[in-house]
Nanobody, 127 residues
């Protein structure tokens, strides 16, 4: 049963903003890589943004650098993705993910399966 629960997706016009939220229980995912990946129909998964829970280091896909910001609130067990200047090519299902750091965090979150990922939230950007 997934313990990661996303919210905040929706439909916006190009140039708009959305903030995704994810409940990440720290007792389960403490000191893990946490982040977001997305998948559009017919396309491969893409790690979008990740944060190393131990160091706080953040990494981003080149396609979202300067537009997306990942952050976490440990007191609230929450992970966020602030998405600004959205483009139609950002349209995808976005998934929250957390797993042990067996590789760089952006790779870790992009490969998350099972209980290490949420059910996803749809983001649609119209031109």
């Amino acid at each position: 049963q997934a313990q990661l629960v996303e919210s905040g997706g929706g439909s916006v016009q190009a140039g708009g903003s959305l903030r995704l939220s994810c409940v990440v229980p720290r007792d389960t995912y403490d000191n893990y890589c946490m982040g977001w990946f997305r998948q559009a129909p017919g396309k491969e998964r893409e790690g979008v943004a990740a944060i190393d829970d131990s160091s706080g280091t953040t990494t981003y896909a080149d396609s979202v650098k300067g537009r997306f910001t990942i952050s976490k609130d440990n007191a609230k067990n929450m992970l966020y993705l602030q998405m600004n200047s959205l483009k139609p090519e950002d349209t995808a299902m976005y998934y929250c993910a957390a797993d042990a750091p067996f590789a760089s965090c952006l790779v870790v979150v992009a490969r998350a399966i099972g209980r290490y990922r949420g059910q996803g939230t749809q983001v649609t950007v119209s031109s």
